[in-house]
């Protein structure tokens, strides 16, 4: 199976000043978001990456620029049900500001019925995100193996739902999920269930990452570790 790593976008001027972006045009990482970027582009070196997966938006291709500076022949792609939620008439609004809006609690109590004022369904933004996760893993596996790892570049509320569903939780508990600008989230698909490897890693060591020979095993691939198993080392 192969590895999908969930990262998201760096820093923006948006980020740091409180301002929900959306689909605003010029968001850009900030100072900060492309040091950001570097230092993750530093801990993927040992990772070899079959493809880049980004949402559209200037921040997440950024991101992905940053990278594949080093590495021009892997081949990268954007895709747009990976773009942000389309907020409507939150866009471009304080955040402290809308944490007054009515809608506001229903987005955080009750996201699986939220829908943003002239703007998307949080259900919607979290099915067209799975969806294209999934049906990228599945192309990446048919086309270089079940070892082979790739990127998707996206943004904190996609990348939450994402990790939701992988872990069988229902959307309404997705808040519970924290994602960090250029973040790491890690999730393989097998034919019964995804594995989460890791959520929100801003730190540690990706090489072990690296696709690596498997031992022969008895059991299959879909099959987890009882006990928890020796980890990735």
Avoid at 30 to 43: C, F, I, M, V
Avoid at 46 to 59: F, H, Q, Y
Avoid at 76 to 90: F, K, M, N, S
């Amino acid at each position: 199976m192969p590895t999908v790593l969930l990262v998201r976008h760096g820093r923006t001027t948006a980020n740091a000043s409180g301002v929900l972006a959306g689909w605003m045009p010029e968001v850009h990482l900030d100072d900060t978001g492309a040091e950001q970027a570097s230092a993750l582009a530093a801990r993927l070196a040992a990772v070899p990456l079959a493809t880049v997966v980004s949402s559209p938006l200037p921040r997440c291709v950024e991101t992905a620029d940053v990278l594949l500076a080093t590495r021009p022949d892997v081949p990268r792609c954007t895709d747009e049900r990976l773009a942000e939620a389309r907020y409507g008439d939150w866009t471009g609004r304080p955040l402290r500001e809308l944490a007054r809006d009515k809608a506001w609690r229903v987005v955080q109590d009750h996201p699986s019925a939220a829908v943003f004022p002239g703007g998307e369904a949080m259900a919607g933004v979290a099915a067209r995100a799975v969806a294209s996760v999934r049906e990228h893993d599945r192309m990446v596996g048919e086309e270089h193996g079940d070892g082979a790892v790739w990127v998707a570049v996206s943004h904190g509320d996609v990348i939450k739902a994402v990790l939701a569903d992988a872990l069988g939780l229902h959307l309404d508990h997705f808040q519970r999920i924290v994602v960090d600008p250029c973040s790491v989230s890690v999730i393989r698909y097998s034919p019964l269930r995804p594995f989460v490897v890791r959520m929100n890693d801003t730190a540690a060591s990706l090489a072990g990452l690296a696709p690596r020979r498997r031992r022969r095993r008895a059991r299959r691939s879909s099959d987890a570790d009882v006990g928890g198993g020796a980890g990735s080392s």
